[in-house]
């Protein structure tokens, strides 16, 4: 695929974030919408290809008064993004559209307009995890991690040290939810939420919402903002239920993902300035960074111990503080996002001096499914 | 209390689900390529075949990862509970709670051994609980 030739040319979060309780989640797309359009300086009738999850893009489109060739509602969780621009890039490569729209937003918080996370009890999850007891991400997401732990001879210290060093990254951010310095003591001295996951291993529940706007790259150049470019792209699926993942102790979906994109790019590992790592949990960007193949096997807590991942470190992750202490609405990818762009472009609060290449990935469900993007800000 | 949150059976689990019934641990296996798998299906997922047999499992494992939820859900008590994934003899994982024994990381130790304890729930539903092998 020839995913050189798209261009994210708009770029905005919605004008609140983290508790919005006077709009609803079709209300939160839409804004996010409005300050991409400006953003890219476009209007509604400029976009003829709309993508959202959480809500359908029928929903998007006669709401934001679009009229699209080209629709995709990839919905797979808290990655859909990424499959969307995924998605986009094919989609204008190939003619069915010129300029797409990609949402994001969602009342985790207040709950406006918003639905609730059951499943059917016919469902797999229904018959085969629902029984149990499971309450939602916090008592699923973190199942495999004790294997892991063991199998890697670490302790829950080592999940503490994720959110001490994102939230120093946080610290950076004004729009931040949580900016206060935290110590390895205060994480495991958290409320326990699931053993042997305090607190502050879990991501925020906030409300929010952040859209792009791609185009191809030719046309890129000609918008107000400095065009970042997608190099490559990659996405997989593995499991509806976090019970049936082939291996605990690394996501299949992260692996297929990571490669596919990174063979696309055509860069090397050493080649990336900057990293997003989808945290909704702490053992997150672990996961993340050893199945991308920046850390190997049993390595990324000593990574992020050492402070690679930090600020001044040499592969910054995670600088807008994450889920951990940014913000957290639910499906968390459009945030990891709009922070690569806004390093690419060279805005970000906690920049990365002189940053050209980020890579995004992004996670569904609890491990279910899998986007990676990479971007650079020079033109392929 | 409200009732705890139970399964729904389908045409294709209903075999696994009367089999807890009965007292046994009902895994399917295809009958080409020899693959044990779960959750139920029509078809081998390895292979693809539909030529594949319902059999009764050992109904022991060991303990594969857990959490303890310190929030319990409101179908299931007020106390802390571990949602476990056991590891079959047989290869497939199934997510399950453990019993007979306290929900603390102090007792529940990674690989100890388990053995498949039936706990009736309603005339149609019967959970796959485990419990610690004794001894």
């Known amino acids: 695929m020839k995913q050189k030739s798209v261009g994210v040319v708009g770029a905005a979060e919605t004008t609140k974030m983290g508790k919005i309780p006077d709009v609803s989640v079709i209300g939160l797309h839409a804004d996010a919408a409005l300050n991409a359009l400006a953003d890219a300086g476009l209007k509604p009738s400029d976009i003829d290809g709309v993508a959202c999850a959480g809500i359908s893009p029928v929903e998007l489109a006669h709401y934001m008064g679009i009229t699209p060739t080209y629709a995709d509602g990839t919905s797979v969780g808290g990655c859909s993004f990424m499959l969307h621009v995924r998605h986009a890039a094919a989609a204008i490569n190939e003619g069915l559209c010129t300029t797409v729209l990609i949402t994001h937003g969602e009342s985790g918080r207040s709950r406006v307009g918003s639905s609730g996370f059951g499943r059917a009890p016919s469902s797999l999850m229904g018959q085969f995890e629902m029984p149990y007891g499971v309450a939602g991400p916090p008592t699923m997401f973190t199942i495999p991690v004790l294997r892991y732990l063991k199998t890697y001879g670490l302790t829950a210290e080592d999940l503490a040290w994720v959110a001490v060093i994102q939230r120093e990254w946080a610290a950076k951010n004004p729009r931040a939810s949580f900016k206060d310095p935290l110590t390895v003591d205060d994480v495991l001295g958290a409320d326990m939420i699931a053993w042997p996951f305090t607190k502050l291993m879990c991501c925020l529940v906030t409300d929010g919402g952040g859209a792009l706007i791609l185009t191809s790259a030719e046309r890129a150049k000609d918008f107000p903002q400095k065009p970042v470019y997608v190099l490559g792209t990659g996405e997989s699926v593995e499991t509806p239920l976090v019970s049936q993942m082939a291996d605990f102790t690394s996501s299949k979906a992260f692996r297929v993902s990571g490669k596919k994109a990174f063979d696309e790019s055509g860069l090397a590992h050493a080649d990336v300035d900057h990293l997003m790592i989808y945290d909704a949990f702490a053992h997150l960007p672990l996961y993340g960074l050893e199945d991308l193949g920046f850390c190997k096997p049993g390595e990324a807590a000593g990574f992020i111990r050492e402070r690679n991942t930090a600020i001044g470190g040499k592969l910054p992750l995670n600088t807008n503080g994450g889920g951990l202490s940014y913000m957290h609405s639910g499906m968390y990818g459009m945030y990891a996002l709009q922070e690569s762009v806004r390093q690419l472009r060279g805005i970000a609060p906690a920049q990365v001096p002189g940053a050209r290449t980020s890579v995004c990935h992004g996670v569904g469900g609890m491990f279910a499914a899998s986007g990676t993007v990479i971007f650079s800000n020079e033109a392929p | ?135």
């Open chain 2, 1 to 135: 209390m409200p009732p705890r949150m139970l399964p729904e059976p389908t045409p294709e689990t209903r075999h696994f689900w009367d089999g807890c019934k009965a007292g046994e641990l009902r895994l399917q296996r295809c009958t080409a390529c020899h693959e044990s798998y779960f959750p139920p299906r029509a078809f081998c997922p390895k292979c693809a075949s539909r030529d594949v047999e319902v059999y009764p499992a050992s109904g022991k494992g060991v303990l594969w990862s857990y959490v303890i939820n310190m929030r319990p859900r409101p179908d299931m008590g007020t106390e802390p509970y571990a949602i476990a994934v056991v590891k079959l003899a047989e290869g497939p994982q199934m997510m399950t709670n453990i019993v007979d024994c306290p929900q603390t990381p102090e007792v529940l130790q990674l690989d100890m051994p388990l053995q498949v304890s039936f706990a009736r729930q309603t005339d149609d539903i019967t959970l796959p609980l485990f419990a610690p092998v004794k001894g």
